[in-house]
């Protein structure tokens, strides 16, 4: 007789009776966490949390807990009139209460799926996690979907990104805009490999599963151990990974160092052309 499928749900469509039943069983509150954030012109300001949507769900299914609502306020989205972010310190004491409330409801463990990564914001998060963590005794895992996959697919409005978005949803993906000369970021907000000829939805599937299968064993385990070791860690393991950004562009604040990263990297397109 084959087992029965976890307990899921959406927080936001179950009475008392079925949350708690969820929460017995699988002691879980995902949140995903999007970005209104200009992708260039070939992709949807709001792809960030469409990706974390879908890789929460997925997860929940196969591992059990509750969905909580997606939100869509980032803290330093990539510089751009359209793109729209909160301050850091709005953001940062909203993940503190967010955190606290959960934990006083007796949630174990919390996964915030961050399909908005920038450094800044996901440094932040790290903070926040590791502060729960220590204060409230909850496991919290804040991340984007594909950083336990491979921390080269976390790119921007490029191949990877693409092609997630080209699987969930094709008809908000209009490719033909990004032409067919080179790619400038300041134009095309392409950070990372050409998704031209390359993105598919097949590969963005296969990344996107990737992804779900990967998390649903870290939360497994961290039901099964209860430890925050691993998570301590991790996040350890990424700060390694942002030390250059953080010792040039984080001196000030996440908006300051935002959008001197982001004039450096203009600055550096602009010699290379000059050159050519």
């Known amino acids: 007789m084959s087992a029965p499928a976890p307990t899921w749900g959406r927080y936001t469509e179950l009475r008392p009776d079925a949350l708690s039943a969820i929460r017995d069983a699988a002691p879980v509150a995902y949140l995903p966490w999007g970005a209104l954030e200009w992708h260039g012109p070939h992709l949807p300001l709001g792809l960030d949390g469409l990706v974390a949507e879908t890789v929460a769900e997925r997860v929940a299914q196969l591992v059990g807990g509750v969905i909580l609502p997606t ?20 953001v940062q004491a909203l993940w503190e209460d967010i955190f606290a409330e959960l934990a006083r409801a007796s949630w174990k463990v919390i996964v915030v799926l961050s ?35 491979d921390e080269e697919m976390l790119d921007h409005a490029a191949l990877w990104e693409t092609a997630q978005l080209l699987a969930l949803r094709p008809d908000l993906v209009d490719l033909d805009t990004l032409g067919e000369g080179p790619l400038a970021p300041e134009e095309s907000a392409v950070l990372g490999r050409d998704p031209r000829g390359a993105a598919t939805a097949s590969l963005g599937e296969r990344a996107l599963s990737l992804a779900v299968g990967r998390l649903a064993k870290a939360v497994e385990q961290l039901l099964i151990d209860g430890s925050a070791a691993p998570l301590q860690a991790f996040y350890a393991q990424r700060r390694l990974h942002y030390r250059p950004y953080i010792e040039r562009y984080l001196g000030g604040s996440p908006e300051e160092g935002i959008i001197a990263w982001w004039n450096d990297l203009n600055q550096k397109r602009d010699k290379i052309n000059s050159a050519e």
């Open 115 to 149: 399909g908005h990564y920038a450094q800044g914001h996901d440094l932040l998060l790290m903070d926040a996690a590791e502060k729960a963590i220590a204060r409230h005794g909850i496991l919290v895992l804040g991340l984007p979907p594909l950083a336990l996959v």
């Open 71 to 90: 939100t869509w306020w980032p803290i330093t989205a990539l510089p751009h009139r359209d793109s729209l972010s909160v301050r850091s310190e709005v």
